[in-house]
């Protein structure tokens, strides 16, 4: 939304309401995107098992015989599902499969998850799977579409919102108790003052949100 000619911006401190940013994820859209994490973690082991085969080829001539069973690969896997999850969630709050189906982890109140919570979302992960999936069934039962891993850890799975979904109040002529002000941009809250600044004068809209 750009402010028209002669039209009063607002004035006095910068005031910008805090609200939930998306929409709960839902079953489908995440259990497919763990599905997708699923295949790329398992392929890029596997491509790093081959190349470390392949090095120890050139180097002493022996070929690596890897099996799935042995102790030190199970727990080669398990250490880098961890980090592969956990960083991922911790750095954009969000994996491959997630970016895909435009799923993304969030704290409780919309804002982005800490590298705290991002680790122990990723260790209560397996706690979901356990007593025959029941740690999944907040996701299809609860209103905040919340799995097992999710309540421990604080979380919970968000999908973009619509267009103007919220409103700043601080668009010219924009009712601040209005649910949407037909803006562009979000904010997330507690972004920095300048920042929102910085980005109001990039595209030249009376409106906060970025």
Known sequence: MTARAGEPRPSGPLVIRESLQGKYAGF?????????????????FMLALAAVSFAAKVLTGKDIAWNRGDIWVVIAYAAWGFIYFAYSWAASGRTAGM??????????????????RAVVRTLALPLSFLFPGLGF???????RRRALHDVIAGTRSSTPGTRGQRGCGTCP????????????????????????????????????LA
């Open 28 to 44: 489908a859209s995440r259990f497919t995107a763990f599905a997708v994490d699923v295949g790329v973690s398992l392929g890029v």
């Open 99 to 116: 970016a895909l189906f435009g799923v993304r982890v969030v704290t409780d109140d919309g804002t982005d998850a800490s590298g705290r």
């Open 137 to 143: 069934a907040g996701i299809l039962l609860g209103g």
């Open 173 to 208: 002529g924009a009712d601040p108790a209005a649910a949407s002000c037909g803006c562009r941009f979000f904010i997330r809250p507690g972004q920095a003052a300048a920042r929102v600044s910085r980005r109001r004068s990039r595209w030249g809209s009376g409106c906060l």
